[in-house]
T-cell receptor
Framework: DSGVTQTPKHLITATGQRVTLRCSPR?????VYWYQQSLDQGLQFLIQ???????AKGNILERFSAQQFPDLHSELNLSSLELGDSALYFC????????????FGSGTRLTVV | GDSVTQMEGPVTLSEEAFLTINCTYT??????LFWYVQYPGEGLQLLLK?????DKGSNKGFEATYRKETTSFHLEKGSVQVSDSAVYFC???????????FGPGTRLSVLP
C-alpha cells in the first residue's frame, strides 16, 4: 500500500456520460498530480494541485476538470466521455513540488463503451 | 522543453541475465532523475533516484548512475528474475520541481 488511495478501481460507462475519480494523497503530502496512461500515448501529465490551488496544467482536455479540497483529497471530473478517454488514470502525491519524486496510487481503469 | 528518451521495448531476457535499459535526457539546469517500475495491474512505484551528477541510485539489485556529461541514467541489474517483469519508466524533475517528465516506458519480460 503506497498510501495514495484512488477510487473506484474500475469504472465502465457509456459515451457522453460524466464520471468523477477520487484521490486521497499520502498523509502529509500537499501536492496531488493526475496522469492519464493509455496504450498509445504512454503516461501523460494532466494537472497538479498544491494545497488546494492549481499549480500546473499539462495536456488536460477542456472536458476534464479537477479540484483539491481543504482536506487535500482531489477529484478529477471527466465529462462528455468519448471512447478515446478509456485509459488508466493515476493520482500521485508528494510533500511539495520539489525534486523528491512522487508516490503513485494504483489507478482507476476507465472503460468507455 | 525537458524530455526523456528510453530504449524501445519489449526487452526479453532469460532469468539471471544482465539487464541494461538505456535512458537519456534533455533538460536545462540540474534535474533529479528517477526510475519507476510498474508491475502488471499496479501503479508506478519509485525504484531509485539520483539528485546530482555522479550519484548512484540503487534498490532491489538495480542501479543507475547520474551521468551529466552524457546526460544519461541507464538502469542496470546483474541478474534478473522472473519477478522483475514489468514496465520501467525513466523520469526527471527540473530543479525548480515544476516539471516532472516521464519517458515512454520499457517493457521487460524475463523468462524462466
Amino acid at each position: 500500500d503506497s498510501g495514495v488511495t484512488q477510487t473506484p478501481k474500475h469504472l465502465i460507462t457509456a459515451t457522453g456520460q460524466r464520471v468523477t475519480l477520487r484521490c486521497s494523497p499520502r498523509s502529509g503530502d500537499l501536492s496531488v498530480y493526475w496522469y492519464q496512461q493509455s496504450l498509445d500515448q504512454g503516461l501523460q501529465f494532466l494537472i497538479q494541485y498544491y494545497n488546494g490551488e492549481e499549480r500546473a496544467k499539462g495536456n488536460i482536455l477542456e472536458r476534464f476538470s479537477a479540484q483539491q479540497f481543504p482536506d487535500l483529497h482531489s477529484e478529477l471530473n471527466l465529462s462528455s466521455l468519448e471512447l478515446g478517454d478509456s485509459a488508466l488514470y493515476f493520482c500521485a502525491s508528494s510533500v511539495d513540488a520539489g525534486p523528491y519524486g512522487y508516490t503513485f496510487g494504483s489507478g482507476t481503469r476507465l472503460t468507455v463503451v | 522543453g525537458d524530455s526523456v528518451t528510453q530504449m524501445e521495448g519489449p526487452v526479453t531476457l532469460s532469468e539471471e541475465a544482465f539487464l541494461t535499459i538505456n535512458c537519456t535526457y534533455t533538460a536545462t539546469g540540474y534535474p533529479s532523475l528517477f526510475w519507476y517500475v510498474q508491475y502488471p495491474g499496479e501503479g508506478l512505484q519509485l525504484l531509485l533516484k539520483a539528485t546530482k551528477a555522479d550519484d548512484k541510485g540503487s534498490n532491489k539489485g538495480f542501479e543507475a548512475t547520474y551521468r551529466k556529461e552524457t546526460t544519461s541514467f541507464h538502469l542496470e541489474k546483474g541478474s534478473v528474475q522472473v519477478s522483475d517483469s514489468a514496465v520501467y519508466f525513466c523520469a526527471l524533475i527540473d530543479n525548480y520541481g515544476q516539471n516532472f517528465v516521464f519517458g515512454p516506458g520499457t517493457r521487460l519480460s524475463v523468462l524462466p
